[in-house]
């Protein structure tokens, strides 16, 4: 027989188990970079947000829209939406390097939440909601 394969009982023990878990664990202790686990938890749970958020979207437009489950899977698909401040300098330049363009601005949108113009990313005056869709093809 295989030197490799081990016959898997049924059964464990809660000592064996102990054991077993106390060695995965040294494992990854001493082989895996800690900030490795740390960032693929991190995309792990960026995945299950994404799936989720698409499942409500979808899930909407059934609803809301009257849309079959078909064409609602559909028209998630063909564009993606985002919003920033007008202080964000730095997210407007990302989604723009990526194909997103502005389509909307909603003038004083996040003073009139906060209840006063807020200071922003340099000073500048955080007050206005600028929206950016990408269309997909």
Do not use: C
């Amino acid at each position: 027989m295989n030197a490799s394969k081990k016959i898997i009982r049924e059964e464990i023990t809660r000592e064996e188990l102990n054991s077993l878990v106390d060695k995965a664990a040294d494992l990854i202790r001493t082989a895996v970079d800690y900030k490795f686990i740390l960032v693929l938890l991190f995309l792990k749970r960026l995945n299950d947000l994404w799936k989720n958020e698409k499942g409500q979207v979808k899930e909407r437009l059934v609803k809301e829209a009257g849309l079959s489950e078909k064409e609602a899977e559909n028209m998630q698909k063909k564009k993606l939406l985002v919003s920033t401040s007008n202080d964000d300098l730095p997210a407007l330049a990302f989604y723009q390097s990526r194909g997103f363009q502005i389509y909307e601005v909603k003038p004083n949108v996040i003073a009139e939440k906060h209840g006063r113009i807020l200071e922003g990313i340099g000073g500048l005056p955080a007050r206005d909601e600028l929206r950016l869709r990408k269309i997909l093809y």
